[in-house]
């Protein structure tokens, strides 16, 4: 599974820059990067990593540090190092704005949330692949359109009808909206894999006699789990990183979910830099955790052409 | 606390489950129809359940919304046009959240593909340890929440009272040079607040539109590009004559995924200034209508005007991905 895993964009250039590079080794390669570049990208990636630095160090400062001096002067006078704190992150997690249960909140949202399209979209995009039938591009189409459309136009409604069903606040809430708009492009991504897949293989299953249900379990689904890690991780990142959803349906109270959570601490601590600060590394540990795992995977997906409304 | 992690696990297993069982029956049911109905059949059912959801989520309430875009505030009563022509009559709206989510377009995309692939140029050039290192620095904003990244960035543009240290980045070097300071989000003169807010989608996006163009780059075929140099054409000219004509479909993918980003643009925005000082945006305004004013007229009325504005890129990605199809 592994070596299928790598993804064409890690896999390909290596050997195409290794050609480039080897075709012109008698020379001085003009392709490669002089001082400058180096000093350009360097430059680059401080700027990039500045602001998580600061916040980072912040949320491990005093109330009054945070409130009167920058944070780099911990790295200008490192003996300051000694007043910093673990008491920004004691307090958020177990405060008024309980960012612990908005953690566990988040983690309740997000895995049924990404979990659950997964087998939905892998049986229609075994349809779309591997069956003939009538309508099949029109309604393939059809689910291509539905990709750049926001989920602003279901607020509304959906709002209205979860009053009925009396879901508004409630996880389900949650995770029947996430599914629902993230079905679209787990079929487009899963299909776009599968259809890379060799057909000679289904049919020679076709013939010994095995049904659909058994070509789709035993060699369409575990030859498609790249695809399949490759959403999980993109639909997990969108459900975990939400606001607007979060907010319209669940919305601040017991049931919020860490992106509304930090903004409550915002909105009641106007000045309590180092609390949010400490509630903003809450919230972003586990997507960058499972960002940085999962990279190749993620990056397949991306690479995979989909474009995400 | 345990409960709701444990609800999470087994809504996942129950959900699997039943899909499990779901398929299981319609693949049964499909075969026991007689003759060849059941072949026939079979592909529909398997995709039903999926296009259901996507059908109630999706089309369904979009053509409820545009229904409400035509009625009062708790969508009871038909009053016509009176929405868009309060939204339109309103010169905060046009001038304001219209003429900023414009700017946000136009900007944007463009800086991101720049950027992009300025840095996925530059990074082909290291060796491959330099190269991961910094793709993996320029991606890494991308897994942090759009409200993760303006808490984050509060710390670059934050302001205090003249005459106090300087806790925000940009203003403590402005203090060294004896300026400022500077309330940088207050400051809407040439919209640099909302300028400084795109800053920081921007650090979120580059890393993703790098990530394509980098790959793309590098699937340029090497021998293209060293007859041109054979040919003894500049660097420069390879790049802008040779890699980037080959490398235009992936382009227009990244241009067209930021630009639908841009256009719902909401966190951003809520999260820093939530619209003050000029920086309103479509999103925001949304919100507000739902939030502060419980107007859902106007918030459909926002709702179509986005809608409208993304015909023009569904009908392009539905051609692009036919054309894809085709070759």
Redesign the interface.
């Known amino acids: 599974m592994t070596s299928t895993a790598t993804t064409e964009a890690a896999a390909s250039p290596t050997s195409k820059t290794r050609r480039r590079r080897s075709a012109t080794h008698f020379d001085a390669n003009p392709a490669r990067a002089g001082w400058l570049v180096k000093s350009i990208l360097i430059v680059l990636c401080v700027l990039w990593l500045i602001p998580l630095i600061g916040t980072f160090i912040t949320s491990f400062r005093t109330v009054d540090a945070a409130a009167n001096t920058g944070w780099w002067s911990v790295i200008v006078h490192p003996s300051t190092l000694s007043s910093l704190t673990l008491q920004n992150y004691k307090t958020a997690l177990g405060g008024s704005t309980d960012m612990g249960a908005a953690f566990v909140n988040s983690l309740a949202i997000t895995l049924p949330a990404t979990f659950i399209p997964l087998l939905i979209a892998s049986w229609a995009a075994y349809a779309f692949t591997f069956m003939q039938f009538r309508g099949r591009n029109f309604l393939f189409l059809f689910i291509v359109s539905m990709l750049v459309v926001p989920n602003y136009v279901a607020f509304i409604p959906i709002l209205k009808l979860y009053k009925n069903l009396g879901l508004n606040g409630t996880f389900p809430a949650a995770w029947l909206f996430h599914i629902g708009f993230g079905l679209s492009l787990a079929i487009y991504i899963l299909r776009n894999y599968m259809s890379t897949l060799p057909k000679t293989v289904m049919e020679s299953a076709k013939m010994d006699g095995a049904s659909s249900y058994q070509t789709f379990y035993r060699l369409v689904l575990p030859m498609s789990v790249p695809a399949l890690a490759a959403f999980a991780i993109f639909q997990f990142l969108w459900v975990w990183n939400d606001l607007l959803v979060a907010l319209v349906f669940i919305g601040p109270g017991p049931n919020q979910p860490v992106t509304v959570a930090l903004t409550q601490l915002k909105g009641q601590l106007g000045q309590g830099w180092e609390l949010t600060t400490a509630g903003g590394f809450i919230t972003l540990i586990l997507p960058v955790i499972v960002f940085l795992a999962l990279q190749r995977y993620f990056v397949r997906g991306l690479t995979s052409g989909a474009v995400k409304g | 606390?345990l409960i709701?992690?444990l609800?999470?696990?087994i809504?996942?297993a129950a959900?699997?489950a039943a899909?499990?069982v779901l398929?299981?029956v319609l693949?049964q049911f499909s075969?026991h129809l007689p003759g060849s109905w059941g072949r026939?059949i079979?592909?529909?059912l398997?995709?039903l359940?999926?296009?259901a959801?996507?059908v109630?989520?999706?089309v369904?309430?979009?053509i409820?919304?545009v229904i409400?875009s035509f009625k009062d505030n708790f969508?009871r009563n038909w009053i016509g046009l009176a929405n868009y022509r309060a939204l339109f009559g309103s010169s905060t709206f046009v001038r304001g959240t219209l003429f900023n989510t414009l700017l946000w377009i136009l900007i944007v995309p463009a800086a991101c593909v720049i950027m992009g692939l300025a840095?996925a140029v530059?990074?082909?050039?290291?060796g491959?340890r330099?190269e991961k290192?910094?793709k993996?620095?320029?991606?890494?904003?991308?897994?942090?929440?759009?409200?993760?990244?303006a808490?984050?960035?509060?710390?670059?543009y934050a302001s205090e009272p003249k005459g106090s240290?300087?806790?925000?980045?940009l203003n403590?070097i402005g203090s060294i040079f004896h300026k400022g300071p500077v309330a940088w989000l207050d400051t809407s003169t040439f919209h640099l607040n909302s300028l400084l807010l795109m800053v920081i989608l921007l650090?979120v996006q580059v890393g993703?539109s790098m990530?394509?163009l980098?790959?793309a780059v590098?699937?340029v075929p090497?021998d293209t590009?060293?007859a041109a140099?054979m040919d003894g054409a500049s660097?420069r000219q390879i790049f802008a004559r040779v890699v980037v004509p080959q490398i235009r479909g992936t382009i227009i993918?990244v241009f067209?995924?930021v630009l639908?980003t841009v256009?719902?643009i909401?966190?951003v925005v809520?999260?820093t200034t939530a619209g003050e000082f000029n920086t309103d945006v479509l999103?925001n305004q949304?919100?507000t209508q739902?939030?502060t004013y419980f107007n859902?007229g106007a918030?459909?009325a926002?709702?179509v005007i986005?809608?409208i504005a993304?015909i023009p890129?569904?009908w392009y990605?539905?051609k692009h991905?036919?054309s894809?199809e085709a070759t």
Do not use: C, H
């Open positions: 606390m709701k992690i609800t999470a696990v809504t996942v959900g699997i899909a499990f398929y299981w693949n075969e026939r079979q592909p529909y398997f995709i359940p999926a296009l959801a996507i109630v989520f999706t369904y309430p979009a409820l919304t409400n969508s840095v530059l990074a082909d050039r290291l491959p330099g290192t910094t993996t620095v320029i991606f890494l904003p991308m897994a942090v929440s759009l409200v993760g990244a808490t984050v960035w509060r710390f670059i240290t300087q806790i925000g980045l403590a650090w993703f990530v394509l980098s790959a590098k699937s090497a590009i060293e140099r660097e993918t067209i995924t639908i256009m719902k909401f966190d809520y999260v999103g949304f919100w739902i939030s859902y918030a459909s926002i709702v986005l809608m993304i890129v569904m990605q539905v991905f036919q894809e």
